[in-house]
């Protein structure tokens, strides 16, 4: 990725706008796991958004190894999510699973980055197709959380409606991964 381009300045406000939301709901009054969440998707944000800049979260594999924890984290909560400890996460099973494989994408970004652990391969047909296809997946799953938070019937007691915040801030985070994956090509 590299610096002073529009398309810097729009993944690093994207991901910033998106992890200041989840650092505030980490501040907030709620069970620990949630806050855990919120404040690993605010880490990511940052992260993210600092790599066109060059910021690092740390020497080496570290970034690597703390969002590769982070992705089993939310496994072990997919799979676990009946446990009372779990409850507020509001996550469940899809739940759990879009945000282990949001942090998976996060690894993968952070080792394909110039200077990551591919050592800059990443300009090879392959990479470039998956991170196409990366980015379209994830601007409709943007699109799909907008979709989610806008058009649900409010005056339908039956309809399961994501919160306008929250899917605001799924969307921001989902656009902001694709256009790091974007930045790769």
Do not use: C, K
């Not at 899809?94 to 980055?113: D, E, P, Q």
């Not at 943007?142 to 938070?149: F, K, M």
Request: hydrophobic residues 60%.
């Amino acid at each position: 990725m590299t610096t002073a381009t529009p398309l810097a300045a729009a993944l690093a406000a994207t991901l910033l706008v998106a992890a200041a939301w989840s650092l505030g709901r980490a501040l907030a009054q709620g069970p620990w796991v949630a806050r855990t969440n919120h404040l690993l998707a605010a880490l990511m944000g940052v992260v993210l958004a600092g790599l066109p800049l060059g910021w690092t979260l740390g020497p080496g594999l570290l970034p690597l190894g703390v969002f590769t924890a982070a992705a089993l984290w939310f496994v072990l909560q997919a799979m676990l999510h009946r446990q009372p400890w779990l409850a507020g996460t509001g996550l469940g099973v899809a739940g759990g699973v879009y945000r282990a494989a949001m942090m998976a994408a996060t690894v993968w970004i952070l080792a394909a980055a110039p200077g990551g652990a591919s050592g800059g391969s990443v300009h090879e047909l392959g990479a470039i197709l998956t991170h196409l296809a990366g980015s379209i997946v994830l601007a409709f799953a943007g699109v799909g959380w907008l979709l989610a938070a806008f058009s649900a019937s409010r005056g339908d007691a039956n309809a399961a409606g994501v919160p306008r915040s929250r899917g605001v801030h799924e969307a921001l985070m989902a656009v902001g991964l694709a256009l790091s994956l974007f930045a790769l090509v």
